[in-house]
């Protein structure tokens, strides 16, 4: 059966945790092969919502497998409390059905102080606006190879030794340049010991059980975040730290590019943006108000406020090209009822030319002018719809449009957070 890759084609939260609940149904397995818990993944069944930040939004369905994979950056604290919260639900949450690669690096508590830490030293210009969960610090320090990795809490001796080393340098920075104070090794080691132990019994050889889930059925990847956080191709530095493209399924959970076969891109309707960072298209108007009212855009993770603007077809042509979607899923595409005029950026204007995709120098995003095709509206709620037949024909001709210009079929249209309102 052929395992999807579902991912975020914008700036994070279009709604991956609904598409990937439902797709689910078909898994053996799902998958989560980079970020942490700055992800915010929201799932909402017969009314009742779930947001889940690490665990694979899966976990819903009975039986089915989810995995962590190396790729990923793991807080054990909210591990454990995420755990905790679906076990009170009912949910089996045991390592029968759960497993953590022995290769993810852990977030650790210095992680954290670092991440709060660097963005309260920087000027609001040039604050990331980071979810503050230690993502970058972790990454930072497995490409260093100091990092703590999920193996290690097998070994208390070594994680002891790992966390001295890992403190000689950063307590420097702690007590000379952010003026923090100093943490000590003894207690951090303290701290992070009972969680230590109790993921031990999770751990696992994920590339081995994703093999073996295929062999039953289909594995389902979740993306987090939105291919323009994409620490390589997206605008840079207002990004996370890791690759969010769907090429990171195969290297971030341990299998080959060949086992990736049908790819699903997340789409928003509109476009909204949480934290600092370019955003060409965004509306400081009315009609941006009401995407964020109605749209209810409040980070899943952090509560703050989404930043919302038109759709952007110049960023979405380039997650196209980036990560191949075999085809869209269409998102809060119910959001839009009540505009009377819909538009859509087609092109930038950049340094006296008009480009098709984004520009690559530091932030040459900042520069752009949106080239905008308007479109009519619709006032009819459509949050009841259940087929394209369903639909008014100005929302008809809103998905062919997007269709046309990115060459990519939509496959799936939601029309609501819950499980059914989706076709
Ligand atoms: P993710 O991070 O990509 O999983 O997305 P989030 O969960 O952070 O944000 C998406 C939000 O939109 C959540 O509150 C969802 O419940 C909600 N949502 C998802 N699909 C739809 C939809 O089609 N219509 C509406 N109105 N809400 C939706
Ligand atoms: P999901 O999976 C939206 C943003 C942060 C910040 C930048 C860097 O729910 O779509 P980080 O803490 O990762 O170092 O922050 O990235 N960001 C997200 N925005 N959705 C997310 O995840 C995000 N995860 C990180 O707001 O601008
Ligand atoms: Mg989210």
Wanted: proline share 5%; glycine share 10%; hydrophobic share 35%.
């Amino acid at each position: 059966m052929a395992n999807i890759v579902v991912f975020g084609s914008q700036w994070g939260d279009e709604g991956k945790g609904k598409i990937v609940d439902i797709l689910a149904e078909q898994a053996s397995a799902v998958v989560r092969f980079q970020g942490g818990n700055n992800a915010g993944h929201t799932l909402v069944v017969e009314g009742e919502q779930c947001i889940l930040h690490l665990i694979p939004s899966g976990v819903l369905h009975p039986g089915k497998l989810c995995l962590i994979g190396n790729g990923v950056v793991l807080d054990p604290v909210v591990f454990c409390q995420e755990v905790d919260k679906l076990a009170a639900k009912g949910l089996d949450v045991s390592p029968t059905r759960m497993m953590i690669s022995k290769k993810t690096h852990v977030i650790m508590p210095y992680h954290r102080l670092i991440d709060s830490a660097r963005e309260t030293t920087k000027s609001e210009a040039k604050k990331i606006g980071t979810t503050g969960r230690g993502i970058g610090p972790c990454y930072e320090d497995k490409m260093h190879r100091c990092g703590i990795r999920a193996c290690d809490f097998a070994d208390p001796e070594l994680l002891r030794e790992k966390i001295g080393k890992a403190l000689e340098e950063k307590n420097v920075l702690f007590k000379h340049f952010y003026g923090v104070g100093e943490l000590d090794p003894e207690a951090v080691f303290a701290e992070v010991l009972p969680y230590a132990e109790r993921l031990v019994p999770y751990l696992g050889d994920v590339s081995t059980a994703i093999q073996t889930a295929q062999k039953d059925g289909m594995v389902l990847f979740e993306g987090a975040q939105g291919t323009h956080l994409d620490i390589d191709h997206g605008t840079y530095p207002f990004v996370t730290s890791s690759n969010t493209v769907t090429a990171n399924a195969a290297s971030g959970s341990g299998c080959s590019p060949r086992d990736l076969h049908r790819i699903v891109a997340i789409v928003k309707a509109y476009t909204t943006r949480v934290g600092g960072g370019p955003f060409p298209t965004e509306l400081l108007d009315a009609d941006g108000d009401y995407l964020q009212s109605k749209g209810h855009e409040f980070g899943a993770t952090t509560g703050r406020k989404r930043r919302c603007g038109w759709l952007d077809l110049v960023v979405l042509k380039e997650s196209v090209r980036l990560n191949g979607p075999t085809e869209l899923a269409i998102t809060k595409l119910d959001v839009l009822s009540g505009l009377s005029e819909l538009k859509l950026c087609v092109a930038y204007e950049y340094r006296g030319e008009t480009i098709l995709y984004p520009p690559q120098e530091q932030n040459g995003m900042g520069h752009v002018t949106p080239v905008y095709e308007s479109m009519p509206g619709w006032d009819e709620d459509i949050s009841a719809a259940r087929s394209w037949g369903d639909l008014p024909v100005n929302a008809v001709n809103y998905l062919r449009r997007i269709e046309k210009i990115t060459g990519v079929p939509v496959g799936i249209v939601s029309v609501g957070p819950d499980r059914v309102q989706t076709f």
